[in-house]
């Protein structure tokens, strides 16, 4: 049996209410009399019910995250930055990976919500998300991060600027003297991939060619069959723009070393160190995760003030692959 506080009290040979001021740090106890529980405490191994101490104060003092894969270096990085604000609040961070899914989405949020957590931070799989009206009715603060949440919910949500750094990846070729660029992006009904596609759009204007355009979930086949059918064209494309990190590196290994302008949006580990280097347009994952975190804390304080919606910047890195000529 774990000991409690009353084994504390008897041990130290005093009050029920002494220890508890000691464990809680609060005033009042003689010092030589704090030195006596203290000691107990230790003897013992003594430990405090977190959960029923931050149950009584009206909160759980956890947070829930959802993301789509933990395995993912972007959401890893963002996680690890909402559990570091979580833990400067005194809170532990619960997460789970939806895999794109909003099925799995909704359960994981579900989940969190039974087990009573202060507040949530949703990277989104789906675009309905009627499903959290009674929990934000209730007073459960979300936010949504990477992407925005569906129709009739309206909360704080951090976005990357996905279309402006697509335009500046593609500008960025097209000033290398690239006209024929092809796009490889993720699935279409995604947020990101969307937007990311609808700047490169913008960018090359009259010069887009449809033919030049890949949208779908990707896989080392589907990014061959994709760049072999471009690479046949008559007129075929000189530069590629990746739409993730995962795609860039599937483009990798589909070109197996073929020389060919490159550009990727989101910048991952060792793209310095190949030769020559990948270009990125870089986004701070980091950042986002914060930023969420530190408006979902906002809210748990008491902030009642209409929703934000800040646009995170993002940056050309420039390594060589993108500086390539036609």
């Given at each position: 049996m774990?000991?409690t506080?009353?084994?504390?009290a008897?041990a130290?040979g005093v009050a ?12 009042g ?7 006596r ?7 013992l ?5 977190e959960?029923?101490r931050v149950?009584?104060?009206g909160?759980t003092?956890t947070i829930?995250?959802v993301?789509e894969d ?10 690890r ?13 619960l ?9 799995r ?6 989940t969190?919500c039974?087990r009573?957590?202060?507040?949530l931070i ?5 675009d309905?998300h009627s499903?959290?009206?009674p929990?934000?009715?209730?007073g ?7 992407r ?18 697509a335009a ?7 000033a290398?003297?690239?006209?024929r660029?092809?796009?490889?992006g993720d ?16 960018a090359?204007?009259g010069?887009q ?5 890949a ?23 000189t530069?590629?723009?990746t739409?993730?990190g ?6 990798l290994?589909a ?7 490159l ?12 030769v020559?280097?990948v270009?990125v ?18 809210r ?5 003030g209409?929703?934000e919606?800040?646009l ?11 500086e390539?000529p036609p």
């Amino acid at each position: 049996m774990r000991p409690t506080m009353k084994d504390v009290a008897s041990a130290a040979g005093v009050a029920l209410k002494t220890v508890s001021r000691v464990v809680n740090g609060e005033p009042g106890v003689h010092p030589a009399t704090a030195d006596r529980v203290r000691a107990a405490i230790e003897s013992l191994g003594y430990s405090r019910n977190e959960s029923a101490r931050v149950l009584r104060r009206g909160r759980t003092a956890t947070i829930g995250l959802v993301i789509e894969d933990v395995a993912d270096p972007f959401y890893a990085s963002l996680s690890r930055a909402v559990e570091d604000v979580a833990a400067a609040y005194g809170c532990l961070l619960l997460s789970g990976s939806s895999s794109e899914e909003p099925a799995r989405e909704r359960e994981l949020v579900r989940t969190f919500c039974t087990r009573r957590v202060d507040g949530l931070i949703v990277v989104p799989a789906g675009d309905d998300h009627s499903y959290l009206r009674p929990e934000l009715d209730a007073g459960t603060p979300a936010v949504f991060a990477d992407r925005p949440p569906g129709p009739g919910v309206d909360v704080d949500t951090v976005l990357s600027d996905n279309a402006g750094g697509a335009a500046l990846a593609t500008r960025h070729l097209m000033a290398c003297g690239h006209s024929r660029i092809a796009f490889l992006g993720d699935d279409p009904s995604i947020y990101t991939a969307a937007r990311r596609l609808h700047g490169y759009r913008a960018a090359l204007g009259g010069l887009q060619d449809e033919r030049l355009v890949a949208m779908r979930p990707p896989s080392l086949d589907s990014v061959r069959s994709d760049l072999e059918r471009m690479l046949a064209l008559e007129h075929p494309p000189t530069a590629v723009f990746t739409g993730n990190g995962r795609l860039t590196v599937t483009v990798l290994r589909a070109l197996a070393g073929r020389p060919m302008a490159l550009v990727g949006f989101d910048d991952f580990e060792l793209a310095d160190l190949l030769v020559p280097g990948v270009t990125v347009v870089a986004q701070d994952p980091a950042g986002m995760g914060r930023t969420a975190a530190e408006l979902l804390f906002r809210r748990l304080a008491g902030d009642t003030g209409p929703s934000e919606h800040p646009l995170l910047p993002v940056r050309l890195v420039p390594r060589g692959s993108g500086e390539l000529p036609p």
